[in-house]
């Protein structure tokens, strides 16, 4: 009995140190993570910052120092280029490690290293896809330019200066969280960065879809549905500028292969609408100063931390301000002494798929050009927490990556990827960003700008520029292959070589224009040009709507400020709703309505087609307008085993006010011949009826602001991380594009002049630790729509300034 006993005081003591110390899925391990030493604990920030501190990192070349204001924003004065990118890294990593870690290993496919056999198929997604393989060819192009591997070489190793500071209790607390720890950053995490920017912004693909739409109703039905230029259009080079180039020969397109896939079980969904970036820029001749105003809001998914760090880069050559990717050097969006520059999204169609003929099921060789052509192979090894690693096999064309060929199961990310083809991306092109944003963060000029943009290649982006030389500019600029029209619409034939990427657009016949007689550029991802540019970039871009609204407001504003141009980022007015909806009020039938429903069409009557915060009808309009899209299209374009998609709002819209009698509009699936009045008044009270089960009877909860539901979560969801409800308007339609989960993710605004005048906001703090007070004090500046005059300092000392701490960086 007392051996008995002996055994269980050991035995249990053993057991509780084995479970309080083991992570258990998604628990951490107890014991360590409420260690008051090395535990969570150690991540509560004082309130208070530490006035001045000096530290020795040998690999600087020589003294850096690091004023931080009172955002927590650096400041960063060095005496070369290496040691301001050093800096740069070992700050960015103060304040952001966990995130730059974190978003390099989703890029990888390292999840499952991490949180276990979970992320496996997210992991298989993005091997498939050749982020590494890009992010590689990339790092080569980076690398043998000798500006930026000293860029990304020293950024490099100012990141690691700070990780091997690090003891067990200063880890950032989701390390402790999810039980792991931070390793070396190497270089190719930096070209995984961008990377994963393609990835968000240039990766969607509608081919499969609209592949499936060709066999099941025939090319003239996709003319009709899906036209190459949109019924409505306000494009980014305005109408009419003339193109000052010889054009290249389009290559011929082949004839089309009926062959082509369909299949795999997927419910068609209505098309998302598209990342909803704004920038513009206003010549001096629009401003009260006689200078220009350039402004940007690329809008992303919302997250903490945010996507953006604002810093400052100061060395002989160089003092530029705005904000980076954490895990890139240099400023992606700023401003510096003479320019202004910002992004949007061009939505360029350069990913596509290729359907291969393979010769047999080893996927060895593969036929192309009358001949077969033997495939290359890329072992991808997953290494499993808790597991054993998984070798996933690759196979590759000169095309590039087959990416699937069987399908796994409720993975939603492949549902719009066609088996047994293969992936031709951008992405995969070897290419050196930074040297773009090196030579913008020290340009002067518009040749400067000009010259900078050579060096760009994807995601293709909207570049928007303004001097204090009084030159605006925009240029939709990356690295376009020449093709064919239409070449991408559909799945090409993998087989014949008249379906390959033939060559380039020259960077210099980009659509560009430079100071146009309106004396204001802009962009907000609609079609880059008029149907007169000789190239094809992509048949379909974001809608119009809010491109309109910023040419409509642009083109009366005289004497523009700052503060207008602020007030105009927040513009929640709706286009859309201006078009559409004396069309769906008309076709109401008001004497078959309800109370409620009665109520509801009195207040979309009278509503001033704002999406702000308190308008009732704006939550109205917007469920009835998609209800209604899924009246008129799912009939047709949901089919069992044949994924498709619909057509685009602006089709509909051309439908409703053009084409009332069409027969799409017809439910097929009913006996009834369904008019549009009976589809609008379906939708109507279909909205209604949704609103009042899940609100209640109309009133405060009925408000915008509490349906739309905008929040900012944690970057991996971990809950308690992220942000209450935030009761604010803008819409997928306005200016202030905006959902639940969507919006702007940087608003800046930069008057140019003698000297320049920055004013910016994000919706985050600069600290990544949920533990310090500017883990989110930007939040509620950012909800009201304001914005912090951004500190543009001259030196460590500059007292225009509000600098809360200094960091000092010796070589000894």
């Known amino acids: 009995m007392n051996k008995i006993k002996a055994l269980i005081c050991v035995v249990i003591p053993i057991l509780i140190a084995y479970i309080f110390n083991t992570k258990f899925g998604d628990t951490p391990p107890l014991l360590k993570f409420l260690n008051p030493f090395t535990g969570f604990w150690q991540n509560a920030e004082n309130v208070t910052v530490k006035k001045n501190k000096q530290i020795v990192l040998k690999e ?62 997210l992991d298989r997604y993005q091997r498939r896809m050749g982020m590494v393989y890009g992010a590689e060819k990339s790092l080569k192009g980076m690398m043998a330019d000798p500006k930026s591997r000293e860029m990304i070489l020293a950024y490099t190793a100012g990141i690691n200066a700070y990780i091997h500071s690090l003891s067990k209790a200063k880890l950032p607390l989701e390390y402790k969280l999810l039980d792991f720890k931070p390793e070396d950053w190497t270089p190719i995490k930096c070209a995984l960065l961008l990377k994963q920017m393609s990835a968000v912004l240039a990766m969607g693909s ?11 109703f025939g090319t003239d039905v996709v003319k009709d549905l899906f036209p190459d230029y949109p019924f409505k259009e306000d494009p980014i080079i305005p109408v009419g500028t003339k193109w000052d180039f010889t054009p290249l020969p389009i290559p011929q397109a082949p004839a089309v292969a009926d062959d082509l896939i369909a299949g795999n079980n997927i419910r068609t969904k209505q ?33 903490l931390p945010s996507i953006w760090y604002q810093i400052q880069l100061h060395a002989p050559g160089l003092n530029a301000y705005g904000v980076s990717l954490p895990g890139a050097p240099g400023v992606i969006i700023g401003f510096n002494q003479n320019i202004a ?13 290729y359907q291969i003929k393979f010769k047999d099921n080893t996927n060895e060789s593969y036929w192309y050009n009358n001949e077969w052509k033997k495939t290359s192979t890329r072992l991808e090894k997953i290494i499993i927490r808790g597991g054993k690693t998984e070798t996933d096999t690759v196979f590759y064309t000169h095309h590039g990556p087959v990416v699937y060929l069987t399908k796994p199961e409720k993975f939603s990310k492949s549902q719009n990827i066609p088996t047994g083809s293969a992936l031709r991306w951008i992405a995969h092109e070897e290419s050196n960003e930074l040297k773009t944003f090196y030579l913008l963060n020290r340009g002067k000029n518009y040749n400067d700008y000009r010259s900078a943009l050579t060096y760009y290649t994807a995601p293709a982006q909207n570049f928007i520029f303004a001097s204090a030389e009084n030159d605006i500019a925009i240029t939709a600029n990356g690295k376009f292959p020449l093709k064919w029209k239409d070449q991408g619409k559909f799945i090409l034939d993998g087989t014949d070589p008249k379906s390959d990427w033939h060559g380039w657009i020259p960077a210099s016949q980009n659509p560009t224009v430079k100071n146009p007689p309106r004396n204001f550029v802009s962009s907000a991802n609609q079609s880059s040009t008029d149907q007169t540019y000789p190239y094809y970039i992509n048949w379909e871009f974001s809608p119009y709507e809010r491109g309109k609204r910023i040419n409509d407001r642009l083109t009366v504003m005289t004497n523009a400020t700052a503060d207008s141009i602020r007030k105009m980022q927040t513009d929640n007015y709706s286009i859309y709703a201006q078009n559409a909806l004396g069309t769906l009020i008309s076709n109401v039938n008001a004497g078959s309505l309800n109370a409620t429903q009665k109520e509801a069409l009195s207040l979309v009557s009278k509503w001033n087609k704002r999406y702000d915060a308190n308008e009732i009808a704006a939550s109205i309009f917007d469920l009835w307008n998609k209800r209604l899209q899924f009246n008129i299209w799912d009939d047709d374009f949901t089919i069992a085993d044949v994924p498709m998609r619909y057509p685009t709002r602006d089709r509909t819209l051309q439908l409703m006010l053009n084409e009332p009698d069409s027969k799409w509009i017809d439910n097929i699936k009913t006996p009834a ?6 589809q609008v008044n379906e939708a109507f009270k279909y909205s209604c009826d949704s609103l009042e089960r899940k609100y209640g009877p109309i009133g405060k909860l009925w408000e915008w602001a509490n349906v739309k539901h905008t929040t900012i979560q944690h970057l991996a969801k971990i809950p308690g991380m992220g942000s209450q409800p935030l009761l604010i308007g803008g819409g997928k339609m306005t200016i202030n594009a905006m959902n639940e989960g969507n919006g702007p993710s940087w608003r800046m605004v930069v008057e140019l002049g003698k000297t320049p005048k920055g004013h910016g906001v994000y919706p985050g703090g600069q600290s990544g630790n949920p533990g310090s007070k500017f883990y989110d004090n930007m939040i509620g ?23 809360i701490s200094k960091l000092k960086i010796s070589k000894k």
């Open 60 to 121: 600087t070349k020589e003294s850096v120092e690091i004023a931080f204001d009172d955002r927590m924003i650096p400041h960063i004065f060095a005496q070369n280029d290496y040691d301001v990118y050093y800096a740069q890294g070992y700050v960015t990593a103060m304040h952001r490690l966990w995130q730059m870690d974190f978003q390099t290993r989703f890029a990888a496919g390292r999840l499952c290293e991490v949180v276990g056999k979970k992320a496996l198929e």
């Open 206 to 216: 509608d081919e499969f879809y609209m592949t499936n739409i060709r066999k099941k």
């Open 271 to 303: 098309k998302v609408e598209g990342i909803g970036s704004n920038n513009w820029a206003l010549s001096g001749k629009k401003t009260a100063s006689g200078y220009p105003i350039l402004a940007n809001d690329p809008h992303l998914d919302l997250s």
């Open 341 to 353: 520059w910002g992004v949007t999204n061009v939505a360029a169609d350069v990913l596509d798929f």
């Open 673 to 678: 011949k369904e008019s549009l009045a009976d």
């Open 781 to 803: 500046t950012w909800a009201k729509g304001e914005l912090y005059d951004l500190y543009f300092m001259n030196s460590p000392d500059d007292k225009s300034a509000t600098i």
